[in-house]
């Protein structure tokens, strides 16, 4: 797993937005199963909730493939993974993700710029 995706999700499993959002870009678009979130604070707001209803999660990636590579772009496919506790009751699932980091001029940092989430 190359670094920009590995950080992003080293830094979802500490269930901290604060240390998730070193990693995305400032007008940043998810579309998590058909719902779009936009902008540091709506997304903030989605990760937090999501913490706060599944308890314990952990979310990993398999089956990354880099479909494009250059100087200011990086863009891949993966299956993501997730389990934790919703209710006290163990679950588990997966889907697929299209992650779109870019490389700020300012940092030189890659941030994710866009991730689309779908079953």
């Keep these: 797993m190359k670094d920009p995706l590995k950080q992003y999700i080293d830094a979802t499993n500490t269930h901290n ?3 998730v959002e070193k990693y995305v870009h400032k007008d940043a678009v998810y579309i998590f199963s058909g719902k779009v979130v ?3 604070e709506d997304i903030r707001a989605y990760f937090e909730k999501t913490w706060s209803q ?3 999660e952990k ?3 398999t089956d990354v493939s880099w479909i494009h590579e ?3 772009t990086m863009i891949c496919l993966y299956q993501y993974n997730f389990n934790g506790y919703l209710d006290g009751k163990f679950i588990e699932g997966s889907g697929r993700a299209t ?3 870019t490389k ?3 940092t030189n940092e890659w ?3 866009h991730e689309h989430l779908s079953k």
Aim: hydrophobic share 40%; charged share 30%; proline share 0%.
């Design 17 to 19: 937005f604060d240390e």
């Design 38 to 40: 936009s902008g540091i």
């Design 54 to 56: 599944i308890k314990d």
């Design 59 to 61: 979310y990993w990636a």
């Design 70 to 72: 250059d100087e200011n």
């Design 99 to 101: 992650n779109i980091f």
């Design 104 to 106: 700020c001029a300012t």
């Design 111 to 113: 941030k994710l710029i």
